[in-house]
């Protein structure tokens, strides 16, 4: 962490007069209640943490700050002023400015069409291609990263997607800036390189709101921290007065917090399930792996090393170039050629991007589950919905979705609920194979319990699992065996007795050679 002294003496003086407050902020959606009459305030270079599990209503009163939804008791304050309910204009206006979890860039244009995009400076019907130029370039100076202006965003890395995220956020000149989950896709380097630019907007008297389900980097550098649960405001204290582990205990309980310590006891893997044999695709170079029934195989490397490739073309969502898949069902060997035909055969592909290729975010969380699972909701091609919402309803208690409201559009669910969503609507097929990329980022503790719960219950029934993690901690959690992928090829296998941080992170880094497949 830099050691700057204005940024110090910020975060011990931070908590003077708010420049914004929530006051008694309810927010209901149908029957729940998502914001149960919260009230929070953050100072003038207060970098202010907001923490609590998928669900507990963090993003969903931060888009009531930022005007995107109006609540239904409560108010809005800055310098004093309330503001318009469920304004953006009033909330921009007001110096808001909210990077949200999900990025909102346009792929196709620029990075300075992203930056301005909304305040576009415009003369005669024509874009001031000059003037929007300098306001995207001041923004990225301002926040120290360089990047060409003229390269469209979908070229970008994901890293790099977020920073010009961020530049959009302070082209606006703002007074607030709220970050939801800004480094849930980050490298380590990359997160320190954020936090540091944070401590400095900070130091310069921005008013920070910072969620994160990352303690750690809530101690490192916020100055008061709120911990929400089921929709209530559980506490708010200073920093310098609570201990990480008393804020997990604070979110999620101390039951929960136990089993989140528990790792998976070794059970007896079956007899082969899934076969890779020789798999090229871009990024992969000829990979052999196998999966067993009731074992969980793991794919750990750096981010870039071909582990996504591999798990998307072994089970047919991009053209492999060479290389044969097959599963073995009921003693049955049968070949995979395509996405239909591992589907068919008995696969389950839990995909990275879960909002753009897991879930249709406009259907209800009901006609997501039902998607994969019609032939068995219907009748003569002609779909039972009263069947569909029996059978979606215990999906999804049994993923635990919290709301239980299959009748919500998914897209209005936290990141959590939303993977949990992806999960129910494969739980369904009861698959023999299921791959799981980057299963819990960007989703709390208590939500990530669940999901490893999940995952262990699955192979402990029977079902072979292949998981993607960057998350090493996860990845030792889960796995009976870890394969790390270092450019497209498996660089060692470590077994669960032989597997730490240093022997993944050395064979992922090239530092040392284990033995392989």
């Not at 990275?352 to 699972?373: F, H, K, Q, W």
Request: proline share 4%; charged share 25%.
């Amino acid at each position: 962490m830099s050691e700057n002294p204005t940024t110090e003496t910020t975060r011990q003086d931070a908590g003077g007069r708010a420049i914004i407050e929530a006051r008694n902020v309810v927010k209901r959606f149908g029957g729940a209640t998502a914001v149960d009459d919260v009230s929070i305030e953050v100072a003038p270079g207060e970098i202010y943490g907001l923490v609590g599990e998928n669900g507990a209503g963090k993003s969903t009163l931060m888009r009531v700050l930022a005007g995107i939804l109006t609540p239904d008791h409560g108010s809005v304050v800055v310098d004093g002023r309330e503001l318009e309910a469920g304004s953006t204009r009033a909330a921009l206006e007001a110096g808001i400015s909210l990077v949200h979890q999900e990025l909102s860039l346009v792929p196709e244009l620029t990075v300075a069409e992203n930056i301005v995009l909304g305040t576009t400076p415009v003369q005669a019907g024509f874009i001031k291609k000059r003037e929007m130029k300098k306001i995207a370039s001041d923004a990225l100076e301002e926040i120290r990263v360089q990047v060409d202006l003229d390269e469209p965003i979908v070229r970008l890395s994901v890293a790099l997607r977020q920073f010009v995220e961020i530049a959009r956020a302070i082209a606006r000149k703002p007074r607030v800036l709220i970050l939801d989950e800004p480094t849930a896709t980050l490298t380590p380097a990359e997160t320190d390189y954020l936090l540091d630019m944070l401590e400095r907007l900070a130091g310069q008297g921005l008013a920070i709101i910072y969620i994160s389900h990352r303690i750690p980097e809530i101690f490192r550098i916020c100055n008061r921290v709120s911990v929400l649960r089921d929709g209530h405001l559980v506490d708010t204290v200073s920093i310098s007065d609570i201990k990480p582990n008393e804020i997990v205990d604070k979110m999620v309980g101390r039951e929960l917090k136990q089993e989140l310590e528990t790792s998976r006891t070794k059970v007896a893997a079956g007899d082969v399930v899934l076969q890779a044999r020789g798999i090229k695709a871009p990024g992969v170079n000829g990979i052999d792996l196998d999966v067993r029934a009731g074992e969980i195989v793991g794919l750990g490397g750096l981010v870039g090393a071909g582990r996504t490739e591999l798990v998307r073309a072994i089970v047919g969502a991009d053209i492999k170039s060479a290389g044969t898949v097959t599963i073995n069902t009921d003693g049955t060997m049968r070949r995979v050629n395509s996405y239909r035909s591992a589907i068919s055969h008995g696969f389950a592909y839990v995909p990275e991007e879960r909002r753009t290729d897991g879930l249709a975010l406009t259907m209800t969380v009901s006609d997501n589950i039902a998607l994969p699972n019609r032939s068995q909701l219907s009748r003569y091609s002609v779909l039972m919905r009263g069947k569909i919402g029996t059978f979606a309803k215990e999906l999804a208690d049994a993923v635990g979705l919290r709301p239980p409201e299959i009748q919500r559009e998914a897209g209005d669910f936290s990141g959590g609920n939303q993977q949990k969503v992806v999960l129910a609507k494969w739980l369904g097929r009861k698959p023999d194979v299921i791959i799981l990329d980057e299963p819990t980022r960007g989703v709390d503790v208590g939500a990530k319990v669940e999901i490893h719960r999940l995952v262990r219950d699955l192979a402990e029934g029977g079902t072979a699992v292949l998981v993607v993690s960057s998350d090493l901690p996860e990845l030792l959690d889960l796995a009976d065996v870890i394969h790390v992928v270092r450019d497209g090829r498996i660089a060692g296998t470590l077994s669960r007795d032989e597997a730490d941080e240093k022997s993944v992170m050395s064979l992922a880094s090239g530092e040392s050679q284990v033995r392989g497949l």
